[in-house]
T-cell receptor, first 114, second 112 residues
Framework: DSGVTQTPKHLITATGQRVTLRCSPRSGDLSVYWYQQSLDQGLQFLIQYYNGEERAKGNILERFSAQQFPDLHSELNLSSLELGDSALYFC?????????????FGDGTRLSIL | TQLLEQSPQFLSIQEGENLTVYCNSSSVFSSLQWYRQEPGEGPVLLVTVVTGGEVKKLKRLTFQFGDARKDSSLHITAAQPGDTGLYLCARYSGGGADGLTFGKGTHLIIQP
């Protein structure tokens, strides 16, 4: 058990819809990272928040947004969903702000777009 | 985009055999991490290598960082079915506000 909790585990929705994925980091961790994993692209870094502020941005689409709340949990919002957004979405957390510090991953949310 | 190439993409061997998987890039890493991911779970960090030429051992797993810090290898001795999984390498370029770049991984199956 990594200590990182992601909900929901599975999400099925239709094109054009909007969904919110939630992540609770490991106790004491201030950084939250979001990743997308698909068969063709592999595991891709989307965005990082550290202590409530956006710290690093990766391959995140403009239709996607994230935030980290004062209690350090984070949400990833995906809107105007397309078939290609079907993927596993992982959240990871770490103690400090640097990406090369050990990251602890949740078990992911599997998003299926019909 | 600075890519990480992992090889082989798939590997299926018998229990007890040895194997090596590779992670290569055209650019220098500040540091490199290896993760293992099992079906239905998130990746789990195995090791971080930082210094060129560094060798780290984790039981039957030996990780090596190339002298030029552009490549790394993972060697498993006497593989066991519990070693089955997706092995991912991830590089950190340094410079502060930068996320990890992952390779696409090696899918390893150890048959009993």
């Amino acid at each position: 058990d990594s200590g990182v909790t992601q909900t929901p585990k599975h999400l099925i929705t239709a094109t054009g819809q909007r969904v919110t994925l939630r992540c609770s980091p490991r106790s004491g961790d201030l950084s939250v990272y979001w990743y997308q994993q698909s068969l063709d692209q592999g595991l891709q870094f989307l965005i990082q928040y550290y202590n409530g502020e956006e710290r690093a941005k990766g391959n995140i689409l403009e239709r996607f947004s994230a935030q980290q709340f004062p209690d350090l949990h984070s949400e990833l919002n995906l809107s105007s969903l397309e078939l290609g957004d079907s993927a596993l979405y992982f959240c990871a957390s770490s103690v400090g702000p640097f990406s090369n510090q050990p990251q602890h991953f949740g078990d992911g949310t599997r998003l299926s777009i019909l | 985009t600075q890519l990480l190439e992992q090889s082989p993409q798939f590997l299926s061997i018998q229990e007890g055999e040895n194997l090596t998987v590779y992670c290569n890039s055209s650019s220098v890493f500040s540091s490199l991490q290896w993760y293992r991911q099992e079906p239905g779970e998130g990746p789990v960090l195995l090791v971080t290598v930082v210094t060129g030429g560094e060798v780290k051992k984790l039981k039957r797993l030996t990780f090596q960082f190339g002298d030029a810090r552009k490549d790394s290898s993972l060697h498993i001795t006497a593989a066991q079915p519990g070693d089955t999984g997706l092995y991912l390498c991830a590089r950190y370029s340094g410079g502060g506000a930068d996320g990890l770049t992952f390779g696409k991984g090696t899918h390893l199956i150890i048959q009993p």
